[in-house]
């Protein structure tokens, strides 16, 4: 089973940012998180939610109603709803903190003299995709798919 991870932004609506193999991000997990540590920054992780997760925040936001009950056109009008409140509501980031955390774990892999892999390519897309965000002035965080 491949993990993939979507970086949503606060004010966007439209098709996310995808990290395939985000597996091998958390296959390293444990290093990834001493060398963040390492250089006084959160750990990668710590922007990381799940699907359930950012779907809880929305259902709270929205009264978490009943959809068991609900009529068709009821159920079609909560998921509008639901479409316009989740890009409100949860844990949202700072892209500039997201690239600390990055640049600081390129640096980290780079001083091992670790050879190139899907980590330093998923950490370099998503340091790409934190610079749009940034110049964005838009707020992210990671969901696991």
């Given at each position: 089973?491949s993990?993939?991870?979507?970086?949503?932004?606060?004010?966007?609506?439209g098709?996310?940012?995808?990290f395939?193999?985000?597996?091998?991000m958390?296959?390293?997990?444990?290093?990834?998180?001493?060398?963040?540590?390492?250089?006084?920054?959160?750990?990668?992780?710590?922007?990381?939610h799940?699907?359930?997760?950012?779907?809880?925040?929305?259902?709270?936001?929205?009264?978490?109603?009943?959809?068991?009950?609900?009529?068709?056109?009821?159920?079609?009008?909560?998921?509008?709803?639901?479409?316009?409140?989740?890009?409100?509501?949860?844990?949202?980031?700072?892209?500039?903190?997201?690239?600390?955390?990055?640049?600081?774990?390129?640096?980290?892999?780079?001083?091992?003299?670790?050879?190139?892999d899907?980590?330093?390519?998923?950490?370099?897309?998503?340091r790409?995709a934190l610079?749009?965000?940034a110049?964005?002035?838009?707020?992210?965080?990671?969901?696991?798919?």
């Amino acid at each position: 089973m491949s993990v993939s991870m979507s970086m949503r932004l606060e004010k966007h609506t439209g098709r996310s940012p995808r990290f395939s193999n985000f597996e091998d991000m958390f296959r390293e997990k444990k290093s990834l998180d001493k060398a963040a540590k390492g250089a006084g920054v959160a750990s990668l992780f710590s922007f990381t939610h799940s699907l359930g997760e950012e779907d809880e925040w929305t259902y709270a936001a929205l009264g978490n109603p009943d959809t068991d009950d609900m009529t068709e056109q009821e159920e079609e009008k909560f998921e509008k709803k639901l479409e316009k409140t989740a890009p409100r509501v949860g844990k949202w980031y700072a892209a500039a903190d997201g690239i600390r955390t990055v640049d600081a774990l390129l640096a980290h892999l780079r001083s091992t003299g670790a050879e190139p892999d899907w980590v330093q390519h998923t950490l370099k897309e998503l340091r790409k995709a934190l610079a749009k965000a940034a110049k964005a002035k838009q707020r992210f965080r990671l969901v696991g798919e």
